[in-house]
């Protein structure tokens, strides 16, 4: 059922917003506590750009990317009639990452990032659950379209 789609992106874009209520309400910019040691902290910053900085003070231009995306993914939504459990999962999670982002970028004009990493003593860039939503509903909806493949794929190809 496509609303299932929605009901997860509705889940994901408010776990995101009452974190980042959290976080607003908690810490002052550049705060930071540690969680595990040399590893994850909680860590308030802004970002005017994208992920790894990219389209920095590019505010307006993102909302705008947003929109269309949006406007993309729920066409693509309309036009399909059966979606696997990953793929409803995906696209919910997507589109409520996409929409937690444009809600900070509406109303604050940054987006608000506060899970800070250190990856095999890499410094991961700051990032949020709407980023984390992004990155993970986009390699499932890849995973599930090019390598695991479709139902329709499988016929297809045989």
Do not use: C
């Not at 506590?33 to 308030?44: A, E, G, M, N, R």
């Amino acid at each position: 059922m496509k609303k299932d789609i929605y009901i997860i992106s509705i889940f994901i874009f408010i776990i995101d917003q009452i974190s980042k209520y959290l976080i607003i309400n908690f810490f002052d910019i550049g705060d930071s506590i540690k969680v595990i040691p040399d590893v994850l902290y909680i860590t308030f910053i802004t970002n005017t750009g994208a992920a790894w900085g990219i389209l920095q003070g590019q505010v307006s231009l993102l909302i705008v990317i947003s929109f269309f995306v949006i406007y993309l993914i729920t066409q693509l939504i309309k036009e399909f009639n059966e979606f696997t459990l990953m793929k409803k999962i995906a696209y919910g999670i997507l589109l409520g990452g996409i929409f937690g982002n444009l809600v900070d970028r509406i109303a604050y004009g940054y987006v608000i990032d506060f899970i800070d990493m250190y990856i095999f003593g890499y410094d991961f860039p700051v990032f949020n659950i709407s980023d984390s939503a992004i990155v993970i509903g986009a390699i499932l909806i890849i995973y599930d379209t090019f390598i695991k493949g479709d139902k329709k794929n499988e016929i297809i190809n045989s």
